[in-house]
Nanobody, 126 residues
């Protein structure tokens, strides 16, 4: 089993920056992807960003490209999401996810990931 704990959410103003962090514990030796998804009220959970654990590849959702950056620290089993130029539409609960099944690619679908965190609220006031 793997446990994921997110931190760093909060209330910010439009144009501000925020950094989310996710710490993984447990059976993390079989990590292949880690990623971030978000869910706004009344909407489906959507892909934000993901990173391969054993290669430099990353991928981003269209709405956050150029504003968000995902990074990882393999030694600490953490993945961060740096969010710049935040907008009101970025308001959502942000979830960290981990894929433990083998893949050579960066995955972006909900069912590509095996473990999920509890989520952290990000609210952007405009």
């Amino acid at each position: 089993q793997v446990q994921l704990v997110e931190s760093g959410g909060g209330l910010v103003q439009a144009g501000d920056s925020l950094r989310l962090s996710c710490a993984a514990s447990g059976r993390t030796f079989s990590t292949y992807n880690m990623g971030w998804f978000r869910q706004a009220p009344g909407k489906e959970r959507e892909f934000v960003a993901a990173i391969h654990w054993r290669s430099p590849y990353t991928d981003y959702g269209e709405l956050v490209k150029g504003r968000f950056t995902i990074s990882r620290d393999n030694a600490k089993n953490t993945v961060d999401l740096q969010m710049n130029s935040l907008k009101g539409e970025d308001t959502a609960v942000y979830y960290c996810a981990l894929r433990s099944r083998y893949t050579s690619a960066v995955r972006t679908r909900l069912d590509d990931f095996d473990y999920w965190g509890q989520g952290t609220q990000v609210t952007v006031s405009s």
